[in-house]
């Protein structure tokens, strides 16, 4: 389970694989409620876009924004059931979440070791998600949030290394490039079978 990543950077390596212009980011290190930036595709007008979205999906019932502090990763297995998801899964509201690396604790030393996670060619990497929107009732404003998809890692050789011997093995997917506009163009049933290890690119635990 990601509670922590750092948001991509590397405006060159955006350009190259979405022809978008990297926005600034108000925080590098992402946290659930914090900015992080997304890709996303309207399915009505067919255009791609990029932008900030809160860390945490907000789901357009829920009463507050603190909502989306349980609701920062998504599993696979229920998100077409789960009330928080399922209506941005239903409506193919398919987003990358871009980042330089993500974090998740070690325990192969017997502690909690924090640990940084990274693709094997030190590129940035697109995170399979979903996003949702939510109108704050006071102000009108209009949030758009998001939920990293995870899946399980018990047969991944660096993910399975996370989280405690006893606890559940499970990642997140960020997607070979190959997979980028597959995802963003997916129905349901083709963003299920895109969420499994082999599309999950070379991973390696970093400094």
Sequence with gaps: ???????????????????????????HDVFPTYPGIIVLKSHNTQRTAIGPARFGL?????????????????????????PSYKNAWSKRHYALALADAFYEPCYESGKAVRTKISQ????????????????EPETGELIVSFSMLTIDANEHPVMRRCHKPEDEKRTVVPLRPDLFDRWLNATPDAALEL???????DLVFSE
């Excluded at 969420?195 to 690119?201: E, G, K, R, T, V």
């Design 58 to 82: 907000i789901p357009a019932w829920a009463k507050d924004d603190d909502f989306g502090r349980k609701t920062y990763n998504a599993r696979s297995e229920t998100v077409s059931e789960r």
């Design 195 to 201: 969420l499994n290890l082999d599309s999950i690119p």
């Design 1 to 27: 389970m990601c509670v922590q990543y750092l948001t991509a950077a590397n405006t060159d390596w955006v350009k190259t694989h979405f022809d978008l212009e990297l926005p600034p980011s108000g925080a």
């Design 120 to 135: 094997a060619n030190q590129e940035p990497m697109a995170i399979a998600s979903i996003w949702d929107t939510w109108t």
